[in-house]
């Protein structure tokens, strides 16, 4: 059974740090292109970052660009977000998601981690 | 930056069939996925590539994709249908795009 947890949010003051977590199971991990998806309160889904199945290969959305890092342990099944100056608009369920492949769409997601910006 | 055009919301009396538009330049070239998410749940792909279903989606759910628009139909809708519906693309210039979301009231 395919299986994505993330972990790492939290609250945060704006202008700080913070890494999400996404561990993966019950496939493959490093044959999958990997994504985060964020969704602020009671808002619509906006994607934020890709990363290729050996992580030679980035993209951002430029809300995000220059602040967070996407990266994976493909030893260690995990996907991650390196978040910096943090904002109170990256207030957000974080999903991390499974590409399906060959423009596919998003096959799998996890529950989600909020975080909070705020003073 | 390529945008998605979805209307706030639809409503569909139970068992008629619902359709859920997709709106955007041309986007009948491209491959459009669709995804359910019902509240405090995560989002789950119902539709990919403009009309195909992952295994486990019922058959009710069906797409279709020409010109500028995209359309999610949902037949014989039933109450567990009630949800937020997500249109979905690939654009050379914007990456990853969502639309705004669509949510479904089954009356």
């Given at each position: 059974e395919v299986q994505l947890v993330e972990s790492g949010g939290g609250l945060v003051q704006p202008g700080g740090s913070l890494r999400l977590s996404c561990a993966a199971s019950g496939f493959t991990f490093s044959s999958y292109w990997m994504h985060w998806v964020r969704q602020a309160p009671g808002k619509g889904l906006v994607w934020v970052s890709r990363i290729n199945s050996d992580g030679s290969s980035t993209s951002y959305a430029d809300s995000v660009k220059g602040r967070f890092t996407i990266s994976r342990d493909n030893a260690k099944n995990t996907l991650y977000l390196q978040m910096n100056s943090?904002?109170?608009?990256?207030t957000a369920v974080y999903y991390c998601a499974r590409d399906y492949g060959g423009?596919?769409?998003?096959?799998y997601w996890g529950q989600g981690t909020l975080v909070t910006v705020s003073s | 930056s390529y945008e998605l055009t979805q209307p706030l919301s639809v409503s569909v009396a139970l068992g008629q069939t619902a359709r859920i538009t997709c709106g955007g330049?041309?986007?009948?070239?491209k491959n459009v996925h669709w995804y359910q998410q019902k509240p405090g749940q995560a989002p789950v792909l119902v539709i990919y590539r403009d009309s195909n279903r992952p295994s486990g989606i019922p058959e009710r759910f069906s797409g279709s994709n020409s010109g500028n628009t995209a359309t999610l139909t949902i037949s014989?809708?039933?109450?567990?249908?009630?949800a937020d519906y997500y249109c979905q693309v690939w654009d050379s210039s914007t990456a990853w795009v969502f639309g705004g979301g669509t949510k479904l009231t089954v009356l």
């Open positions: 943090l904002r109170a608009e990256d423009n596919s769409g998003l096959d | 330049n041309n986007i009948g070239s014989r809708a039933q109450a567990g249908d009630e």
